[in-house]
């Protein structure tokens, strides 16, 4: 299995980006795709995890509002859409494939590379 997450990038305070997270060669255990983040100096946090067949989405309290995951089961992504970016959720984010939804790093057997998303003052 691969992921990779692309989309990063300099922004400014206010603005919108959206992340896309490709994946390929899904095997049988692989259910769902989550988004983490990790900002210098910090631990690995949870943003978002999306189901691939029911479209289920569970979100950090933090993020509820203003983040929204979304996939498209034909091309086989999952998109991150990003609004209302503050200086505070500058870190590289990165996808992450699992069996089924959680919050917890450990429980994802996949991991992409990550991209950088900066958001300046």
Same mark, same amino acid.
């Given at each position: 299995?691969?992921?990779?997450?692309?989309?990063?990038?300099?922004?400014?305070?206010?603005?919108?980006?959206?992340?896309?997270?490709?994946?390929?060669?899904?095997?049988?255990?692989?259910?769902?795709?989550?988004?983490?983040?990790?900002?210098?100096?910090?631990?690995?946090?949870?943003?978002?995890?999306?189901?691939?067949?029911?479209?289920?989405?569970?979100?950090?309290?933090? =993020?509820?509002?203003?983040?929204?995951?979304?996939?498209?089961?034909?091309?086989?992504?999952?998109?991150?859409? =990003?609004?209302?970016? %503050?200086?505070?959720?500058?870190?590289?984010?990165?996808?992450?494939?699992?069996?089924?939804?959680?919050?917890?790093?450990?429980?994802?057997?996949?991991?992409?590379?990550?991209?950088?998303? %900066?958001?300046?003052?």
């Amino acid at each position: 299995v691969q992921l990779q997450a692309s989309g990063g990038g300099l922004v400014q305070s206010g603005d919108s980006l959206k992340l896309s997270c490709a994946v390929s060669g899904r095997t049988a255990n692989y259910y769902t795709t989550g988004w983490f983040r990790q900002a210098p100096g910090k631990e690995r946090e949870f943003v978002a995890v999306i189901s691939w067949d029911s479209g289920i989405a569970t979100y950090a309290d933090s =993020m509820k509002g203003r983040f929204t995951i979304s996939r498209d089961n034909v091309k086989n992504t999952v998109y991150l859409q =990003m609004r209302a970016l %503050t200086p505070e959720d500058t870190a590289v984010y990165l996808c992450a494939g699992g069996s089924f939804n959680s919050q917890y790093a450990d429980h994802y057997n996949y991991w992409g590379q990550g991209t950088l998303v %900066t958001v300046s003052s």
